[in-house]
C-alpha cells in the first residue's frame, strides 16, 4: 500500500503503534509495517515530522534516552493522545462501516 | 523525479548537511531534528546492510526512501517556525513588560523634573500603549500556537504573525521613544546620569531592543520557509 493510500492516517497509525510502548521513529515505521505485515510501508521522511506535531498538538511526548546503548528521541503517547487515538478510531469505524456499506452492498449482489 | 533532488548520491552525512542548510529555528530545537533525522537514517541503513547491501549502498537506499529534501524540509521547517515563534512571543511579551516597569521607575526617581513639553506627556502614553498592546498581542499568539495549534491548518501564518507584530510594535515603541527622548533631551539626560541604575536600565533597554528585532526577523523567516512551495515548484 503506497503513501498516498495513507495520507490523513499517518498520525493515527503512528499513535496507535506508541499505545503499548514509547518508541523512537525508526521503531514506529518498524511497528507499522510489522502489525501491518509489510502491507503498510510509511514513507520514512515523513514519520519525523509527523512525531513533530503530534507533540506540538500535545498527544506525544518525546525526550531523550538511551535505547540498546544509542541515544534516541522516543515518543510517548500522552492522555490527550489516549483520546485523541479512541477518536480516530471511532472515526475509522464509522468511515469502513459507511464505504463497507456501499461496496460490500455491490460484492454480495454480484 | 530524484527522491534527494538535485542530491541523487547523497549519503547520510550529505543528507543531513544539506537538510540543515534549510532548516532556521532555535538552535537546539535544529539541532534535535538533525540528531533525530540522523537516527533515523542510520537505522535504515543498518537495515539495508543487514539484508546484505554494502555501507555505501545502504545508506543510498536509506536517503532515497527517507524523502525529498525539500518537501521534509518544509514539513520539518513549519514546526520549528512554531518553536522560533513561541520563543519570540513569550519573550517579547516579558521584556516589554519589564521595560514598561523599569522606565517608571526611572523617571519616577526624579519627581523633581517638571519642565517637559506637553507633547512629551502624549508621547509616554503612546510608547505605553504601543508596548503594552504588542506585548498583549504576543501573549494571545503564544496562546494559540501553544494550547491550539491543532485548530490551525496553517500554524507558520501565526508564527510569521507573531514576528511581524513584533517587528513593528517594538519598532514602533523605540521609535516614539526616540522622539520623546530628542524633545525633551535636557529631562532625559538629567534622569541618565543622576543612578547608575538608571544608565543600566537604558543599556538594557537596547539591548533588549536589539534581541527582540532579531528574534522577530528569525521568525518572519522561519516561518517564510515553512510555508508551501512556490507556485511552480511542485515538490514530489
Redesign the interface.
Known amino acids: 500500500m503506497d503513501a498516498e493510500a495513507l495520507r490523513g492516517h499517518l498520525e493515527s497509525l503512528v499513535l496507535a503503534v506508541l499505545e503499548d510502548e514509547p518508541r ?3 521503531a514506529v ?1 518498524e511497528a507499522v509495517r510489522e502489525r501491518s505485515a509489510g502491507a503498510l510501508a510509511l ?7 509527523a512525531l ?2 503530534l507533540e ?3 498527544f506525544v511526548r518525546g525526550s ?1 534516552s538511551l535505547v540498546d546503548g ?1 541515544r ?2 522516543t515518543y510517548r503517547l500522552t492522555g490527550a493522545g489516549e483520546a485523541e487515538l479512541a477518536e480516530s478510531r471511532q472515526r475509522w469505524r464509522r468511515f469502513t462501516s459507511v464505504v463497507g456499506g456501499v461496496l460490500g452492498g455491490q460484492g454480495a449482489t454480484g | 523525479m530524484s527522491t534527494a533532488e538535485g542530491f541523487p548520491e547523497l549519503d547520510v552525512e550529505g543528507y543531513v548537511h544539506h537538510l540543515g542548510q534549510r532548516l532556521r529555528g532555535p538552535g537546539r530545537a535544529r539541532r ?2 538533525l ?3 540522523r ?2 537514517l542510520d ?2 541503513s543498518d537495515a539495508h546492510a543487514v539484508q546484505g547491501a554494502d555501507r555505501r549502498e545502504a545508506e543510498r537506499l ?1 536517503v532515497a ?4 529534501l525539500d ?2 524540509a518544509r ?2 521547517q ?2 520549528l517556525a ?1 518553536r522560533q515563534a513561541r520563543w519570540t512571543a513569550a519573550w517579547s511579551a516579558l521584556a516589554l513588560v519589564l521595560l514598561w516597569l523599569l522606565w517608571d521607575l526611572v523617571w519616577a526617581s526624579r519627581p523633581d523634573l517638571g519642565g517637559a513639553p506637553p507633547v512629551v506627556g502624549g508621547l509616554s502614553r503612546l510608547t505605553d500603549v504601543l508596548g503594552l498592546s504588542t506585548a498583549a498581542a504576543c501573549l494571545a499568539g503564544l496562546g494559540l500556537l501553544q494550547f491550539r ?2 485548530l490551525l491548518g496553517r ?1 507558520e501564518r501565526i508564527a510569521s504573525v507573531v514576528g511581524r507584530l513584533t517587528l513593528c510594535g517594538v519598532g514602533a515603541a523605540t521609535t516614539t521613544s526616540l522622539v520623546m527622548t530628542v524633545v525633551n533631551l535636557r529631562d532625559t539626560a538629567a534622569v541618565l546620569t543622576s543612578a547608575p541604575l538608571n544608565g543600566a536600565v537604558a543599556c538594557f533597554t537596547l539591548a533588549g531592543v536589539g534581541a527582540l528585532v532579531v528574534s522577530g526577523r528569525r521568525c518572519v523567516r522561519a516561518a517564510e520557509l515553512g510555508g508551501p512551495a512556490p507556485a511552480g515548484r511542485p515538490t514530489p
Open positions: 523512537h521513529g525508526y515505521i514513507n520514512t521522511g515523513s514519520v519525523y515530522p513533530r506535531r506540538r498538538d500535545g531523550w544509542r534516541r528521541r | 534535535d531534528v540528531q533525530e533525522v537516527d533515523g537505522d535504515a536509506a526512501e527517507f524523502g525529498a518537501r521534509i514539513e520539518l513549519r514546526e512554531v495549534s491543532s500554524p
